[in-house]
C-alpha cells in the first residue's frame, strides 16, 4: 500500500468566496510528520486564522488528495466547514507514489 506524507499531498481549496479575502485556515492534523496509508482511514482537522471570514461564514468547500507538485490525485467529498472542522477520508492505493 502506499503511504502519503499528507503535509504536502493534502490541500483544502476553499470556495472562490475567499478570493479577495485575507483570511486562512490551516489543517492542524495530519502534519508534515504525520503519515496517512493507502486503504486506511486518514483524519483531517483544521482552524481558521480568527480572522474574517471565518469557518462559520465559509460553508462548503472542495476537498482533495494532491501530489507534492500539487497534482490532484483523488478526489474526496465536499466538505461544510461551517459545520464540521474534521473529517476522515481513506486514501486510494493506487492514487501515486509515497510521498516526502
Known amino acids: 500500500m502506499s503511504a502519503f506524507k499528507t503535509l504536502a499531498s493534502l490541500a483544502l481549496l476553499v470556495s472562490t468566496r475567499l478570493a479577495f479575502v485575507q483570511a486562512a485556515v490551516y489543517v492542524t492534523n495530519p502534519v508534515q510528520s504525520t ?49 464540521t472542522t474534521s473529517f476522515s477520508f481513506t486514501p486510494n492505493p493506487s492514487a501515486g507514489d509515497n510521498g516526502g
Open 35 to 83: 503519515t496517512c496509508s493507502g486503504g486506511q482511514s486518514c483524519e483531517v482537522d483544521w482552524v481558521d486564522d480568527g480572522q474574517s471570514p471565518l469557518l462559520s461564514d465559509i460553508g462548503e468547500c472542495t476537498v482533495g488528495l494532491y501530489n507534492g507538485e500539487m497534482a490532484l490525485v483523488q478526489s474526496l467529498t465536499s466538505v461544510n466547514v461551517a459545520d
